[in-house]
């Protein structure tokens, strides 16, 4: 089994910073794309940013300039830098982690159970 536990969220004005974090944790060969989706009320989960095990990001056009991703591999953490947060960015963060369980098995999605972020003030 594999866990993913999400945590950072909060209240922020706008303006404001939050960083985000997400664990994942059970048996786990490798990560391939760790990444954060978001939902707000009424609206269809979307993409906020993602990153491979080797560097390589992709970042939403709504976000990018604000938010960074990072992650560490030995930890099997991603992070999420949200800077200059806006009223629009309030929503459910929920990290997702494509992973791969061991090495004769294929890939699998796992997702956090969602962190709150509101940006209000």
């Known amino acids: 089994q594999v866990q993913v536990v999400e945590s950072g969220g909060g209240l922020v004005q706008p303006g404001g910073s939050l960083r985000l974090s997400c664990a994942a944790s059970g048996i786990i060969f490798g990560i391939p794309i760790m990444g954060w989706y978001r939902q707000a009320p009424g609206k269809e989960r979307e993409l906020v940013a993602r990153?491979?095990?080797?560097?390589?990001?992709n970042i939403a056009d709504s976000v990018k300039g604000r938010f960074t991703i990072s992650r560490d591999n030995a930890k099997n953490t991603v992070y999420l830098q949200m800077n200059r947060l806006k009223p629009e960015d309030t929503a459910v963060y929920y990290c997702?982690?494509?992973?791969?369980?061991?090495?004769?098995?294929?890939?699998?999605?796992?997702w956090g159970q969602g962190t709150q972020v509101t940006v209000s003030s």
């Open positions: 990153i491979t095990s080797g560097g390589l990001t």
């Open positions: 997702n982690a494509r992973v791969v369980r061991t090495v004769v098995s294929g890939e699998s999605d796992y």
